[in-house]
């Protein structure tokens, strides 16, 4: 089929062997790519009930159907089942990894332990697995300088000591400034002993209309590259948005306890606050694969220790805001920190949220923790948190799994955890936008930011959510179909654009419709597959105590994340109903399942759907 190879590497580490399989055409007219692909590989290949860390789990790196071939489409998605979740969990990366990886498969699946540490080296159309005992215990940073000392044109997955030591908020980091952040996947490859991932760049796979693709191509490039209205994200990125989210009284200030805070104060982490500290390193090439260009490094000097890293808003905010510290230097090395030691910065920044405020509270002594905590604002404590997390020592070994876990062995204290179904959330408090925070609730991995945006913007005391499900559920799609495609959200493609690029590279022809329907179908076998594992959609498509507080101040105060609880469970139900999943249990139902196209998922349906019956009438 035009745009891929066609092909899926198998790693078995048990065995020491890989071999080559066909990815057929149907598999990828169904599921496309990326977040698909992986969602399906998955959902085939990991039973219910498979413990995320144990041998028999697997893992997926998926490039999207058009990752590297059009503008802005570096994204790989690295898919598992999560440690921290139990769910099927999926998280994108970008960077150079996902492109050079489609020059040689269309997934690669690592399964099975290897009884020492290893790093796979992909090349040639081939995967080679190689020591890694040299590389484990070390770094993000070393590592990706020592591999590159051999591989100098090679592009990296790698686990920092927090997925060594299987930390359920640990992650993988993309040549040490991208990362597949959530669900703490990172330690499912530790689990194997894979310490990195190595691709050289491989033969870009053919598209069907290449004079009209190309014409295309350079049209789209010219104009985000060139269009005046996305300036601001030229040249900002998202290091601006602390600003905004503050103002709309959804930024994550002090663990989400104060949503609004003033410009002042959100301007010391945002926008040319940031930019005072820009620089572009000596290695950085300028190519015309982003037509964007949103993320920049900045220098800074911190202790002493000068350092550089590619900062985003989600970081930002989640290791400053949340935490109470407004001193960019401080937040941009805890953000260079993490990436060194593997932690997801965004699951990180919130459970030391929910401990600095515990402190503030008297709800947890200085002699538990071990060592002096002021609370919010305390550089000290965050710096030395965030290595005792990833070394699983002393009080980190509580904090190493993330905030849920962390309270439940306290005994205390989950009322203040900001969390979905396990999940941290990220840096927007859904109290600032009316429906918002459904999308958290029913999202297929726990708290994302990345799985609709209702529209339009409105606050929460404004109309009923239920009004708005149908905007959430048409963004939700549209956030799939990146992540199936492998473009990036911040390169401001409409559906119409990206089903035309589509056609062309496949010489088939997709609709937008046809596009929705696969994002319909992926999100509805994660459901499946999620009851089957006894997770019960009407118990855990939920959101946590601190969301039903109204705002303080601002221009959200008041508002909490619903009007009440029964405009919550309408909105939810009116939600579960224009999925084609009943409407009191969240579950697909077997003729949804017809519909899409998906009949071989239509007796799983069933199952799912008795599991659920079978759960609330054993209660």
Partial sequence: ????????????????????????????????????????????????????????????????????????????????????????????????????????????????????????????????????????????????????????????????????????????????????????????????????????????????????????????????STNPKYEHTRNYGTTDALRSSASLGMSPAYNFSRPYIPDELASKLAGDEVKKYEVEPEWFVHGKSCPIKCARYVEVEYKGRKIRVKPEYESIAMLGAATGVFNFPAVAYFNWLVNNLGLDSIATGNTIAWLFEMVEKGLISEEEIGFPVKGFGDEEAEERLIKLMAERKGFGAILADGVKRACERLGRGCELAVHVKGMEAPAWD???????????????????????????????????????????????????????????KFVPYRMEDLARLYSLVTGEEWSVEELRKRAWGVESIARIHNALDWVTPYLDDTIPPRWWEPEPDGPA???????????????????YRLRGWDEELGVPLPETMEELGLSEFKEDAKRALDNVVDYFSFF
């Fill in 1 to 224: 089929m035009y745009g891929y190879h066609n092909r899926i590497a198998r790693v078995n580490l048990t065995e020491g062997k890989v071999t080559y399989e066909e990815l057929p055409d149907e598999a990828i007219r169904k599921f496309i790519g990326g977040k698909g692909l992986g969602y399906y590989l998955i959902y085939r290949e990991v039973p219910p009930g498979t413990d995320p860390l144990s041998e028999a789990n697997k893992f997926v790196f998926a490039p999207g159907g058009m990752t590297g071939l059009v503008p802005g489409s570096s994204k790989v998605i690295a898919v598992s089942k999560s440690p921290e979740t139990r769910l099927i969990s999926d998280s994108s990366g970008g960077d150079a990894f996902g492109p050079k990886l489609k020059g040689h498969f269309d997934a690669l699946i690592i399964e099975g332990k290897s009884e020492e540490p290893v790093y796979l080296y992909v090349h040639d159309g081939e995967v080679e697995i190689l020591p890694a005992e040299h590389l484990w215990g070390r770094g993000n940073y070393e590592v990706a300088k020592e591999i590159w000392k051999e591989h100098p044109k090679a592009s990296i997955a790698m686990i920092g000591p927090a997925g060594e030591k299987l930390s359920r908020i640990a992650n993988v980091v993309y040549d040490t400034e991208r990362a597949s952040g959530r669900g703490g996947l990172g330690a499912v490859l530790g689990s194997k002993k894979v310490k990195a991932v190595v691709v050289e760049p491989g033969e870009k796979p053919s598209v069907a209309n290449p004079e009209e693709f190309q014409k295309l191509w350079q049209e789209y490039y010219n104009e985000f």
């Fill in 430 to 488: 859904p109290r600032g936008r009316r429906t918002y925070a459904l999308s958290y609730a029913t999202a297929d991995v726990g708290a994302s930011h990345l799985r609709g945006w209702p529209r339009p913007h409105q606050l929460p005391n404004q109309g009923p959510a239920k009004e708005l499900v149908p905007s959430l559920i048409e963004s939700r799609d549209e956030s799939y179909i990146t992540d199936m495609l492998g473009t990036c």
């Fill in 557 to 575: 105060k008041g508002n909490k994340a619903f009007i009440d609880y029964n405009d919550f469970l309408e909105a939810r139900k009116e939600f």
